[in-house]
Nanobody, 119 residues
């Protein structure tokens, strides 16, 4: 059974930075696809960034500002968020796939409880 736990959320002024962390426990491979999603009140959940192998992908709205990375030795994935905007305010979720997901819409098997980011 895989468990994901996010941390690092908080309140920050526009232009500031936060670093989100996602720790995984259970039987998940170190190079599994891991993604960050967010959901603001009244809005649909959207994928923000994902990492698979040595490749990382970002939604257009965060390109150049957010960076996803992983530490396989600690089974951790991070989301460095710089230049935060009010529109980035949301609850951020970490998710992992046991296979290769289809973008952000399908194939995500494990989810954390989320961490709140307020800008």
């Amino acid at each position: 059974h895989v468990q994901l736990v996010e941390s690092g959320g908080g309140s920050v002024q526009a232009g500031g930075s936060l670093r989100l962390s996602c720790g995984a426990s259970g039987s998940i491979y170190g190079d599994a696809c891991v993604g960050w999603f967010r959901q603001a009140p009244g809005r649909s959940r959207e994928g923000v960034a994902r990492i698979l192998g040595g490749n990382d992908y970002y939604v257009d709205s965060v390109k150049g500002r957010f960076t996803i990375s992983r530490d396989q030795s600690r089974n951790m994935v991070f989301l460095q968020m710089n230049g935060l905007k009010v529109d980035d305010s949301a609850r951020y979720y970490c998710a992992a796939a046991s296979g290769v997901p289809r973008g952000y819409t399908d194939g995500w098997d494990y989810w954390g409880q989320g961490t709140q980011v307020t800008v």
